[in-house]
């Protein structure tokens, strides 16, 4: 969801006739909204352990849930 969310957002940005209107604009805030509640912002506890790389500050591939960063 969140690589689809970026590619709609590239997509938008590459019309830029399209991003004077004012419902573009809301939903270009509503993607980046998405887009930094989307972003990973705590490692997983003992990620040492079970050998996960650091997930800080990473996103993920589909929706924050999905935590595995790519």
Same mark, same amino acid.
């Given at each position: 969801?969140l690589?689809? @969310?970026?590619?709609?957002?590239?997509?938008i940005?590459? /019309?830029?006739?399209?991003?004077?209107?004012?419902?573009?604009k809301?939903?270009?805030?509503?993607?980046?909204?998405?887009?930094?509640?989307?972003?990973?912002?705590?490692?997983?506890?003992?990620?040492?352990? #079970? #050998?996960?790389?650091?997930? /800080? !500050? !990473?996103?993920?591939?589909? @929706?924050?849930?999905?935590?595995?960063?790519?």
């Open positions: 969801q690589w689809d @969310t970026a590619f709609a957002a590239q997509a940005a590459t /019309n830029t006739h399209l991003i004077e209107t004012s419902h573009v809301q939903c270009l805030t509503k993607i980046k909204d998405f887009v930094e509640f989307s972003q990973v912002k705590e490692d997983v506890d003992e990620h040492e352990k #079970y #050998y996960r790389h650091i997930s /800080n !500050g !990473g996103w993920p591939f589909s @929706t924050l849930d999905h935590g595995w960063p790519i």
